[in-house]
């Protein structure tokens, strides 16, 4: 087991385009969450989803964000018409069934620039 | 509103040289403190979960309290591998989910050969 994936690590890209992040959570995970981090700062819940469903979201999520997680395996988190904002590492964690709802494993990230 | 706030911002110690970075936090009911290590770059990483006051947990030359206000992560002889972010979270009290931790900015970690 390789630990959580998270493609692309780095995407540049011009405001007002759209961009999709990826994550591949460990597999006998069934909670995934994914989290933003700007410079200097802690990082911040964005959502969170057991299995398939998506049951928790944060009020950072505006209707520009999208996440999804078809069959309860990787996940997705996109970003419409992009802001300068929104430039951060977005980081994506999973844990397993049953485990320290506080022990998360993250992967390491994916820096999103926008121009 | 939970807060966790983190001090100092930056501590650089010589090989050696004992310290303590501090977590303070303001919930109405601690439900669970969590510590991380973060590396440039990098995701952060699990360290310790601490539940009630006067718990406490060792990691090699980390070791981490709680009490009913803050929590201090010791570090004792640190190595240069040691440098790093730490991170401090909680869990949201009151009705808040047991899902959405709240970190605080971090202590940037340098440890000087």
């Known amino acids: 087991d390789t630990g959580v994936s998270q493609d692309p690590r780095h995407k540049i890209t011009k405001r007002g385009q759209n961009v999709t992040f990826r994550c591949d959570p460990i597999?006998?995970?069934?909670?995934l969450y994914w989290y933003r981090q700007t410079l200097g700062q802690g990082p911040e819940f964005l959502t969170y989803?057991?299995?398939?469903?998506?049951?928790?979201k944060s009020r950072l999520l505006s209707d520009r964000f999208s996440a999804e997680r078809p069959k309860g395996s990787f996940s997705t988190l996109e970003i419409q018409r992009t802001e300068q904002g929104d430039s951060a590492m977005y980081l994506c964690?999973?844990?397993?069934?049953?485990?320290?709802?506080?022990?998360?494993?993250f992967g390491e990230g994916s820096r999103l620039t926008v121009l | 509103e939970d807060q966790v706030t983190q001090s100092p911002e930056a501590l650089r110690l010589q090989e050696g040289e004992s310290s303590s970075l501090n977590c303070s936090y303001t919930?109405?009911?601690?439900?669970?403190l969590f510590w991380y290590r973060q590396d440039p770059g990098k995701g952060p990483e699990f360290l310790f979960t601490?539940?009630?006051a006067g718990e406490e947990k060792e990691k090699e030359r980390l070791k981490a309290t709680l009490t009913k206000k803050e929590s201090f992560l010791h570090i004792t002889a640190p190595k240069p591998e040691d440098s790093a972010t730490y991170l401090c979270?909680?869990?949201?009290?009151?009705?808040?989910?047991?899902?959405?931790?709240?970190f605080g900015s971090g202590t940037q970690l340098t440890v000087l050969p």
């Open positions: 979270a909680v869990y949201p009290s009151g009705g808040g989910s047991a899902r959405q931790l709240t």
């Open positions: 597999s006998e995970h069934n909670r």
């Open positions: 601490l539940y009630s």
């Open positions: 989803f057991q299995n398939e469903a998506q049951l928790e």
């Open positions: 964690a999973s844990s397993p069934r049953g485990g320290n709802t506080g022990e998360l494993f």
């Open positions: 919930v109405s009911g601690l439900r669970g």
